[in-house]
């Protein structure tokens, strides 16, 4: 319980320094918002880690039918693009069924938590009309593209991580 509320602290320490900072992560050409957080399985995931590869935050949650219609699209994309991480932020969901979830989907990529929705919130998730939503950050922290919706195919995915220069 500490540990939940020590991060959600964190979390909301670093949104708020950015947002003093100026910037909103929530357009295209902002510098993406930075996080604290840890996966499904108790390990640390912070999106400064990433730096140098390009990162597709993509919000997800178990009851979310267009979410698994997504994530074999997103195992695809791995393969083809290696060099792309994919952090899938669990959106107001519980730790129990978005663990099921990854597991029966085969995910490779970790799920992040999200306490009080506050990474969802930096990336104005919450104003768009459901989810699965996906952010492409490039490989220097800068927000490229959104896409809301699943991606439906493999060219629509290799499309959305063209915008970071992935070919």
Known sequence: MLAGVLLAAVVAVG???FRAAGGSGNHVGDAAPQFVSTDLNDRTVSLSSFRGRPVILN??????????TEFPVLHQL?????QVAVLGVVF???DQPARAFLQSEGATWPGVRDPRSQIA???DV???PGIPVSVLIDSGGTVRAYQYGPFTDEAS???????AGVT
């Open 15 to 17: 949104l708020l320094l």
């Open 59 to 68: 919000f997800w949650a178990s009851w979310c039918v267009p979410c698994r």
């Open 78 to 82: 791995l393969i083809r693009h290696p």
């Open 92 to 94: 107001e969901d519980a």
């Open 121 to 123: 919130d930096a990336y």
């Open 126 to 128: 919450h104003a768009k």
């Open 157 to 163: 995915a290799d499309a959305f991580v063209a915008h």
